[in-house]
């Protein structure tokens, strides 16, 4: 049996399972990617939503936002209160700024 943060590691159920299970294949797919195409796609979306304008801005940060949640939900039961509360405030963060675009007021 494996741990995870010194915990016992538990089987997954139910839709963690099924997140888990249909996230497998992307998370192999984005591991065996250069680390530098991660990053610069990372960038490439932060830029488009920081210097775009409306929908397109709002786009690329929502993207942004959602493979945060993403990784945040598949990597929560191993974290700590404190890195449970830095992804939610992260996702909080992106997704105003991201709203905040989409209707002009940033």
Known sequence: M???GGRPETPATGMRATVERWSAAPVVFL???PRAALLAAVFV???VG???TGWVAAAGLLVLAVAL???AYLNWPAL???GRVLRVVA???LTGFALARAFGRF
């Open 50 to 52: 920081m210097v775009g």
């Open 91 to 93: 996702l909080t963060v």
């Open 31 to 33: 591991h065996r990617m």
């Open 80 to 82: 700590d209160p404190q």
């Open 45 to 47: 979306l932060l830029v």
């Open 69 to 71: 949640g993403w990784f």
């Open 2 to 4: 494996s741990t995870r």
